[in-house]
């Protein structure tokens, strides 16, 4: 069965700094990978996702995830954080059997600051 | 198109009382799901549909029923609820596409504060 870890519970940066999640993946196969974002008091949208092809992959709101197969990650990146990207990020993954649900990880909650 | 909708917002129950949670989808998806989510949790999967009149079970099942009699909507029951399931519910949908590992797309979320 496929599992997800994110690392950083909780992460504060600078307004106008960049920024990088981490998400660290466990399964044996092709994994199909995903980045979330939920703003306070609402549900989640997806930021991106990596089914195959080119590992960078963009997204909404000037994400960018990179898939690295060596090192069993998809880190979520921006280059310049607004205050408005406050929120929670989740990373989950599935099974290129297509037969079991995503997992998600536990979430890193962001804070932006002035 | 509403998307994913959840009745209803807020709800406050007693120990031992019952109550249903429904979730509606108007996007024609075949996949549904239940999460609940608590503090340093994430999000932990309920119970899961691939199709009107199926359902399954996810990591957490324990005190919760479902029922997907159209394929539209998803009902999450507690029979006799307990403190411990106290949390934000989420309800998602999925395009089916014969996999489960497509987008998802998120209601609100409830939430539920048991006494």
């Known amino acids: 069965a496929q599992s997800v870890t994110q690392p950083d519970i909780h992460i504060t940066v600078s307004e106008g700094a960049s920024l990088e999640l981490r998400c660290n993946y466990s399964y044996g196969a092709t994994p199909y990978l995903f980045w979330y974002v939920q703003s306070p008091g609402q549900g989640l949208q997806l930021l991106l996702k990596y089914f195959s092809g080119d590992t960078l992959v963009q997204g909404i709101k000037g994400f960018e995830a990179e898939f690295k197969r060596s090192q069993s990650s998809f880190n979520l990146r921006k280059p310049s954080v607004h205050w408005s990207d406050a929120a929670e990020y989740f990373c989950?993954?599935?099974?290129?059997?297509?037969?079991?649900?995503?997992?998600f990880g536990k979430g890193t909650r962001l804070s932006v600051i002035a | 198109n509403a998307g994913v909708t959840q009745t209803p917002k807020f709800r406050v129950l007693k120990t031992g009382q019952s109550m249903t949670l429904l979730c509606a989808q108007d996007m024609n998806h075949e996949y549904m799901y239940w999460y609940r989510q608590d503090p340093g949790m994430g999000l932990r999967l309920i119970h899961y549909?691939?199709?009107?009149?199926?359902?399954a079970k996810g990591e957490v099942p324990d005190g919760y029923n479902v029922s997907r009699l159209k394929k539209q909507n998803f009902l999450l029951g507690l029979e006799s609820a307990a403190p411990s399931q106290t949390s934000v519910y989420f309800c998602a949908s999925s395009l089916s596409g014969g996999v489960l590992y497509n987008e998802q797309f998120f209601g609100p979320g409830t939430r539920l504060t048991v006494l």
């Open positions: 549909s691939v199709g009107e009149g199926t359902t």
């Open positions: 989950a993954v599935g099974a290129d059997s297509g037969n079991t649900p995503l997992v």
